[in-house]
């Protein structure tokens, strides 16, 4: 009998390992219990084809990786600063497509829910490759613009992973929840005594960042750095109010960080990389997450560069099971990148002018205040530029319940300044708006135009109200739907489309799982 990819399976564990799945087994989260050699023979629902043909394909993946790693790694860094940030990026982004193909390839060997996912396999398994496949995809985009051998050399190989990764995507079967959504459910790496912490009121700090000098640390990117490694428990960072002038990347290996300031407007990190200074929009961002399980509560991030320096990011995340709950993320052109991953944010107030919100990931905005702001002269605003690439990728943007608007400086120029929700980045881009309100801010058309083929795009309203939500002058694209169906809008819905029942609740965040406020 084959084995589903969203009960638990049956206990068994593999002989051998990948350096994550090693980890939390050190750490005491993996009980090997059997010998399961003979295992990866039977199949798995959600997959098309055996576990072990599964695997092979993803190894084939791995040493394409390890090629452009390899040939990478021999070009030393110059003084080219452009290039230099476009190697460095690669280097970064192909590490993580190897973590991303590796658990993909042990999650077909050990139990469900014990592989650090959600416990529903396939949605883990789909967005772990629509990771690895959006990795190169950047990593390409930033020799763009510099005559560069090594573009050349990488390019042809890039394209073999990008194809492979989408081959192994296709593989792969969506299988859906069955549980309600009044569940509260516990990813099954969260210890018991970890879920009475993350459900209390109280939380318990482990470091405080104070500016002033009253805390453990004086900033932000000393107290990341003192959080232990692939931590499976909450490692919480206090910031003081203040303006914190600083670049902070929290890497891969900081799992389950949860960072809190003393509100929206008191706790700021500030940066102000951009593209025009040389740095890649990938490197741009003032804030960067990569490790998973991360938590943002009561905080601003900020990039400062202004329109003229065009892409420059003010928060850049990578982390799957992540949240932003009531935070400032404010910039001008690429202010938030959602690169990769499943993505929360609740009652954040976000503010740009070109494609300000953009990126791969599978994210839901509730409750939050989008603002437009007024940008380079002639310029056209775009909310959104989501980068779906593959029609087999979970990926997406969804808005439930929030507010579109103008920004103070843009109030003025409304009638003059268009403002669109969004504009395809890729071929396959995604992005709903439900059950929100929009200002007059929000031109008629709805949707920016580009010069591809509208069909394969997935745009789509849902019960939205306010003058901006006039639906009779909008585009008449093939890919644009007027949703009428509540079960078609309940795909986009936090318990749907990023799974949010199974994950969400040990974070102590609210949510709306479906479609009811």
């Known amino acids: 009998m084959a084995l589903s990819c969203s009960t638990k399976m049956e206990s068994g564990t593999p002989t051998s390992f990948s350096f994550i799945i090693s980890v939390i087994l050190i750490l005491g989260v993996l009980t090997p219990t059997s010998d399961a050699r003979g295992s990866d023979l039977k199949g798995l629902e959600c997959l098309k084809v055996s576990s072990s043909d599964f695997r092979d394909s993803v190894q084939g993946v791995i040493q394409v990786l390890q090629r452009v790693t390899s040939i990478l790694s021999r070009f030393p860094n110059g003084r080219d600063f452009r290039l230099s940030n476009a190697i460095f990026d690669c280097l970064d982004l192909l590490d993580l497509s190897f973590d991303d193909l590796q658990l993909s390839s042990s999650a077909t060997q050990i139990p469900t829910g014990q592989q650090n996912g959600t416990g529903n396999l396939s949605s883990d398994l789909r967005t772990w490759l629509s990771a690895a496949l959006a990795n190169p995809q950047t990593c390409m985009e930033g020799f763009e613009g510099i005559n560069s051998i090594i573009d050349n050399l990488l390019s042809s190989l890039l394209s073999q992973m990008i194809s492979s990764i989408q081959h192994l995507l296709t593989q792969v079967h969506h299988v859906p929840d069955d549980f309600h959504a009044s569940e509260i459910q516990f990813p099954p790496w969260i210890k018991p005594r970890d879920q009475k912490v993350l459900q209390s009121d109280e939380i318990n700090v482990d470091v405080v960042v104070a500016a002033d000098g009253t805390g453990t640390f004086t900033s932000v990117a000393d107290a990341v750095q003192a959080a232990p490694d692939y931590s499976m428990k909450r490692f919480v960072i206090y910031v003081k109010r203040g303006l914190y002038k600083e670049n902070v990347e929290i890497k891969k290996k900081k799992w389950n960080i949860m960072m809190i300031g003393e509100g929206m407007d008191a706790t700021v990190i500030s940066g102000d990389r ?138 003025p120029f409304v009638g003059s300044i268009e403002t669109y929700l969004g504009r395809p980045w890729r071929a396959y881009s995604r992005t709903v708006y439900m059950q929100t309100y929009m200002s007059n801010a929000v031109a008629p058309r709805g949707w920016l135009e580009w010069n591809g083929d509208e069909s394969s795009l997935y745009y789509a309203e849902y019960m939205n109200g306010g003058p901006g939500a006039a639906l009779e002058n909008r585009v008449k694209w093939a890919g644009f739907h007027v949703l009428k169906d509540a079960r078609e809008a309940y795909h986009f819905t936090v318990a749907d489309f990023i799974q949010g029942n199974l994950w969400l609740p040990h974070t102590g965040v609210m949510y709306t799982a479906g479609l009811s406020a």
């Open 274 to 411: 951009n593209f025009y200074d040389g740095w890649t929009t990938y490197r741009s961002a003032t804030f960067a997450v990569s490790g998973r399980g991360f938590i943002a509560r009561d905080i601003t991030f900020q990039n400062t560069a202004g329109p003229e320096k065009h892409q420059a990011v003010a928060l850049r995340s990578n982390s799957d099971l992540s949240v932003f709950y009531r935070c400032g993320i404010y910039g001008y052109q690429d202010s938030l990148y959602t690169h990769t991953m499943r993505q929360f944010y609740r009652e954040c107030r976000i503010k740009g002018s070109v494609d300000f919100i953009f990126g791969d990931a599978a994210a839901v905005f509730q409750k939050c205040q989008i603002q437009a702001k007024r940008g380079l002269p002639g310029q056209k605003n775009a909310i959104t530029a989501q980068g779906r690439k593959d029609p087999h990728e979970p990926t997406g943007f969804s808005f439930q319940f929030c507010n579109i608007s103008a920004d103070s400086d843009l109030l």
